[in-house]
């Protein structure tokens, strides 16, 4: 059974008057366990299928099937259970609170959970190990470089033990010896945890380290490619 299952999913925005096809019909299928790299012009809908995929936002027609459930017609509040539980994000800019350390920032999706403070501090230290900045537990993300600050903001997407990652240009604002560093981290999350991984990137490198390639295409899946 198929991790995710997109069926003929659409999204259209609405702007005033006018509508906006993000997505026209969208094919798509995720094994347990993938790494998979989305590519495509800008405008072409990455973010938009990314914000589908981990249950930020909802398809306007079509079929969204998460781990053999249907999860096309669930509400903002199961979705967002389904979000916080299966899901974690990294993002290009990394949105790191400015002033909390990086421990702090870890611990902050535990705190949602209502786990005991001394328990979420103790899982915090060991994400923050297992990305290689526990040294830099007490600095703020101004004291940080930015690949540390994006490893701080891994460590913060692995806290609550998600099943997918989903990073939209993670590698984006790193120079390239950084951003390789950090994909050797998600290449190891991958096949060290077994992590289900989408990486969106405009980056070739980055796609080439994923075994498989989606290409969107003006809201569509033009093609795919394996390495
Ligand atoms: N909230 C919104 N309201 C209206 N239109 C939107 C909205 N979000 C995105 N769009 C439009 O949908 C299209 C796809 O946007 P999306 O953000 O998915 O592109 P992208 O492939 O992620 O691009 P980039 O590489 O620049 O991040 C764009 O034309 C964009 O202008
Ligand atoms: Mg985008």
């Known amino acids: 059974m198929s991790l995710i299952r997109l069926e003929n999913v659409t999204k259209v925005y609405q702007l005033g008057e006018n509508q906006f096809s993000a997505l026209k019909g969208v094919n798509f299928e995720l094994q347990r ?4 790299a989305i ?5 072409s809908g990455k973010s938009t299928l990314m914000n589908i995929v981990g249950f930020l936002d909802r398809c306007t027609s079509g079929q969204y099937h998460f781990s053999g459930r249907n999860v096309s017609h669930l509400s903002e509040e199961e979705l967002a259970k389904i979000r916080n539980t299966k899901i974690g994000f990294v993002f290009q800019s990394f949105f790191l609170l400015a002033r909390s350390n990086a421990l702090q920032n870890v611990m902050l ?4 959970r209502g786990t005991p403070r001394a328990e979420a501090m103790e899982i915090g230290m060991r994400m923050l190990e297992k990305v290689g900045v526990a040294h830099l537990a007490g600095h703020r993300p101004n004291q940080l470089s930015g690949g540390q600050q994006q490893r ?3 460590a913060r997407a692995l806290v609550g033990n998600p099943e997918v990652i989903l990073a939209d240009e993670p590698t ?11 994909m050797d981290l998600f290449a190891n999350l991958n096949r060290e945890e077994g992590r289900t991984i989408i990486i969106i990137t405009h980056d070739k490198e ?9 290409t969107i295409r003006d809201g569509m899946i033009a093609s795919e490619g394996h390495t």
């Open 39 to 43: 590519v495509g012009v800008s405008g």
């Open 172 to 182: 984006g604002a790193l120079d390239s010896q950084t951003g390789n560093e950090v």
């Open 33 to 36: 366990g993938e790494m998979t």
């Open 206 to 214: 980055v796609s080439r380290r994923c075994r498989r390639t989606v």
């Open 109 to 112: 999706p535990l705190f949602y």
């Open 152 to 154: 701080v903001a891994i």
